[in-house]
């Protein structure tokens, strides 16, 4: 609100900006696709393979590629993920490392990264490359290529 030439208060929508955005600025595209990956960890560690899947677009058009197979669509993804790790044991705790944010366009993005699972018996870890794209939910993995070396 500012005192109008007439000494009446008028609310000023560039002020409520203003002040919204000084109590918390918003975070760039880069700083949230690292928060969606960075949450994924946080629930995989927990052993939450459905908030692990929130990073992933809820859509048949999602691509998981890895070990010589493509798998299409959110539940096929999450029925892949279910049935490879079907404990805690094989879950391990997982750590992204290496990522880079490559931004095609204003709605698109590229992250490449390597990724660790840390098990009682092994220390699998592979690379992956991850298109990200801003959708209405906020970003998510739309396509997933992930390889994994060999022990």
């Known amino acids: ?15 409520v900006l203003l ?6 600025p918003a975070q760039s595209a880069e ?10 960890m946080d629930a995989w560690n927990r052993g939450d393979l459905e908030g692990y899947m ?6 048949d058009q999602t691509t998981f ?14 029925s892949r993920y279910k049935k490879r790790y079907d404990s805690r044991e094989k879950m391990g705790i997982l750590s992204f490392e290496e ?5 095609l366009s204003e ?3 590229m992250v490449t990264g390597l990724w660790r699972l840390r098990r009682n018996d092994d220390s699998p870890w592979g690379r992956f490359t991850l298109i990200l794209e801003k959708k209405s939910e906020g970003w998510r993995i739309t396509y997933d290529h992930t390889s994994a070396t060999l022990p």
């Open 65 to 78: 590629v890895s070990g010589g197979s493509v798998t299409e669509g959110y539940a096929e993804v999450l």
């Open 19 to 24: 002040f919204c955005t000084s109590l918390s």
């Open 99 to 103: 990522l880079t944010v490559r931004m």
């Open 1 to 15: 609100m500012f005192l109008s030439p007439r000494g009446k208060f008028v609310k000023s929508a560039f002020g």
């Open 54 to 59: 929130k990073g992933y677009w809820d859509s």
């Open 31 to 40: 700083e949230q696709i690292r928060t969606v990956l960075s949450d994924q």
């Open 107 to 109: 709605g698109i993005s």
